[in-house]
C-alpha cells in the first residue's frame, strides 16, 4: 500500500485510466454495486438461519452452515465502508449539526421501524402461538427489562440488546452510535497510531457492558482509508481482492462467529474495498 497524493484516482499518475470515477458529490458508483452485493448476502444469510434457528437445533446442514456464515462478513464489509463514505463526506462538509441532521434521518426512521416490527412479531406469537409462535427464537421470548425498553426509545443506549425485539436491528443501533462518533473519529484518523489506544479502549467498554463500541476500530478502519487516500498500486489489486476475500470468508472454515473475529476480517473488508 502507499499514500497517494491529494488528486482524484482518475488522473492521479500511473493510475489505471479505465476506473470509473467519483459521481456527483464524490459518490464512487463501484462502491454501490458492493454494497448490494453485501446486502443481498445478508437477506440469504438471515434466510438460512430462519431455516434451522426456530426448530431449536443449532446444527445446521452443509448448504445452511455456508449460507449462514455470509452474513457477518457483509456486515464487516459494511462497518468498514460505512467508515470509508462517512469520513469522506465528513472531510468534505465538516459541519456538525446539519452532518448528525442527515445520519438522523438516514438511520432512525428504519431503525424505529424494525422497534415496531419487533413488537408487532411479539404480538403476534402472543395472540396465535400455534401459528406464530414456531417462528420466534428464543431471544424473543426473553422479556424486555425497562433499560432495554429505553434503549428502544433513544436507539442509543451503550447496553441495549436489540436481540430481545428485533434482532436485524443491532446493526442499525451501531450505526446509529458511531455516527455520534465519526467527527472524531475523522478527525483522530490524521493518526494512524490512535489505533493502538482505540482497540484496548473498546474492549474496556465492552466489558463494562458497552458491548457495540466492539464494533468502532471497523469505522475507524474506514475512515483512516478515507483521510490518508490510500489506494492500491494496479499490480496488486487482484492479489488483495483474493487475499480480502479469504480473510473476509475465514468463517466458512472456522465456524466461529465472536465478535473478536471481526478484527481478523476487518482488514480483508479494507481490501475488498480498496
Not at 437445533?57 to 467508515?83: C, K, N, Q, Y
Not at 470509508?84 to 463526506?89: E, G, L, Q
Request: glycine share 6%.
Amino acid at each position: 500500500m502507499r499514500l497517494s497524493p491529494p488528486l482524484p484516482a482518475h488522473t492521479r499518475p500511473g493510475r489505471p485510466t479505465d476506473a470509473a470515477p467519483p459521481g456527483p458529490g464524490g459518490r464512487v458508483p463501484g462502491l454501490d454495486g458492493a454494497r448490494g452485493v453485501a446486502a443481498l448476502a445478508v437477506v440469504i444469510s438471515h434466510v438460512a438461519a430462519l431455516t434451522y434457528l426456530p426448530t431449536g437445533t443449532l446444527t445446521p446442514s452443509h448448504t445452511e452452515f455456508i449460507l449462514w456464515h455470509l452474513g457477518a462478513p457483509a456486515v464487516d464489509f459494511f462497518f468498514v465502508l460505512s467508515g470509508y463514505v462517512v469520513a469522506r463526506s465528513l472531510l468534505r462538509r465538516p459541519a456538525l449539526w446539519p452532518y448528525l441532521w442527515r445520519r438522523w434521518l438516514r438511520l432512525a426512521p428504519l431503525a424505529y421501524l424494525a422497534v415496531l416490527l419487533g413488537f408487532a412479531a411479539r404480538a403476534l406469537a402472543l395472540a396465535a402461538p400455534s401459528t406464530f409462535g414456531p417462528l420466534i427464537t428464543d431471544h424473543l421470548r426473553q422479556p424486555l427489562t425497562a433499560h432495554a425498553q429505553l434503549g428502544l426509545l433513544t436507539l442509543t443506549l451503550p447496553a441495549l440488546d436489540a436481540n430481545r425485539l428485533n434482532p436485524p436491528l443491532w446493526t442499525l443501533i451501531v450505526e446509529l452510535q458511531v455516527a455520534l462518533m465519526m467527527p472524531l473519529l475523522t478527525r483522530a484518523a490524521r493518526w494512524p497510531w490512535l489505533t493502538a489506544l482505540l482497540l484496548p479502549a473498546a474492549f474496556a467498554a465492552a466489558v463494562h457492558g458497552w458491548m457495540q463500541a466492539l464494533y468502532v476500530p471497523l469505522f475507524f478502519l474506514g475512515a483512516l482509508l478515507a483521510r490518508h487516500r490510500v489506494s492500491l498500486p494496479r499490480w496488486a489489486v487482484n492479489p488483495a481482492l483474493l487475499l480480502g476475500l479469504a480473510l473476509l470468508l475465514q468463517r466458512h472454515v472456522t465456524g466461529s462467529d465472536s465478535p473478536l473475529t471481526r478484527y481478523v476480517t476487518a482488514p480483508g473488508a479494507a481490501l475488498v474495498l480498496l
